[in-house]
Antibody, heavy 121, light 111 residues
């Protein structure tokens, strides 16, 4: 069974940093791209970026809204995905989801339950 | 970036009737073989669930009352007959080029 479990969310002050984790199991982690998607309360989903699989060199892509502030990485030995978030702003407040992505661009068939990040003084 | 415009923003459909949700992309997301458009259902407090991939391919385990169609820039999600459990918000998402983007969502209420 495929499982994705996010952790690391919480309350952080504007300008602060936070690192989210996504522990995965049930599939060969290195075979898959992995994405982060967020959703502010009551609003639509926003794709933040992904990290490619082993075959594609574990390279990363980001949306313009987070490029330069957020960094996606992966620990392939432990099948964990990370999202390092720096210089956080109030508008970064959202539920953050990790999702399994793929080189075939087939959509996100598996998601975690999400972790809530609140940026506030 | 490709903008996905969903319509309507909300709709109420009687039990057993048809719900139709549209998603229009600001540029084509299709080749001659594939359309890189996907549909999700999201219920409150839950992550999204993939319903349809590549515009018309039903994801495993999804009831056959869900169907998707379209190509190029215009796509449609149909639900027929609607059931109480279909109350949710529905999103389209493309994977044509980076960045992937989502539509603004359509909230479905069952009367």
């Amino acid at each position: 069974e495929v499982k994705l479990v996010e952790s690391g969310g919480g309350l952080v002050q504007p300008g602060g940093s936070l690192r989210l984790s996504c522990a995965t199991s049930g599939f060969t982690f290195t075979d898959y791209y992995m994405s982060w998607v967020r959703q502010p309360p009551g609003k639509a989903l926003e794709w933040l970026g992904f990290i490619r699989n082993k075959a594609n060199g574990y390279t990363t892509e980001y949306s313009a809204s987070v490029k330069g502030r957020f960094t996606i990485s992966r620990d392939n030995s432990q099948s964990i995905l990370y999202l390092q978030m720096n210089t956080l702003r109030a508008e970064d407040s959202a539920t953050y989801y990790c999702a399994r992505d793929g080189a075939l661009r087939e959509g996100f068939a598996y998601w975690g339950q999400g972790t809530l990040v609140t940026v506030s003084a | 970036d490709i903008v996905l415009t969903q319509s309507p923003a909300s709709l109420a459909v009687s039990l057993g009737q048809r719900a139709t949700i549209s998603c229009r992309a600001s540029q084509s997301v299709s080749t001659s073989s594939y359309s890189y458009m996907h549909w999700y259902q999201q219920k409150p407090g839950q992550p999204p669930k993939l319903l349809i991939k590549y515009a018309s391919n039903l994801e495993s385990g999804v009831p056959a009352r869900f169907s998707g169609s379209g190509s190029g820039t215009d796509f449609t999600l149909n639900i027929h007959p609607v059931e109480e459990e279909d109350t949710a918000t529905y999103y389209c998402q493309h994977s044509w080029e980076i960045p992937w983007t989502f539509g603004g969502g359509t909230k479905l209420e069952i009367k």
